[in-house]
């Protein structure tokens, strides 16, 4: 069964940084496309980065300033975020197995974590 458990969130301030992790179970982040969502209130859920076939891919609004990682041996991703700005509030989610489309579009993925939050508030 596969399954995620985030961890990571919290308050910050504007122009802090966090790190999120994401440790999966019933499969192993080298082997699959993995990627982070994030969702604030009232939008839709956004992709902000994926590892695609050994690539990484970032949304617009998280580059240079986020980075996505992962570790074979913990078999955790990560999202490393800088400059964190009021408006990357949003429940962060991690997620596998893309089965079709562009892979920032949130419905073409099958599997997700439970979703963690961040708030970025001075």
């Known amino acids: 069964q596969v399954q995620f458990v985030e961890s990571g969130g919290g308050l910050v301030q504007p122009g802090d940084s966090l790190t999120l992790s994401c440790v999966a179970a019933g499969f192993t982040v080298n082997g699959y496309n993995v990627a982070w969502f994030r969702q604030a209130p009232g939008k839709e859920r956004e992709g902000i980065s994926c590892i695609y076939n050994e690539h990484t891919y970032y949304a617009d609004t998280a580059k240079g300033r986020f980075t996505m990682s992962r570790d074979n041996v913990k078999n955790t991703m990560y999202l490393h975020m800088n400059s964190l700005k009021p408006e990357d509030t949003a429940v962060y989610y991690c997620?596998?197995?893309?089965?079709?489309?562009?892979?920032?579009?949130?419905?073409?993925?099958?599997?997700w974590g439970q979703g963690i939050q961040v708030t970025v508030s001075s």
């Open positions: 997620a596998t197995n893309l089965r079709w489309g562009p892979w920032a579009d949130y419905r073409g993925w099958a599997r």
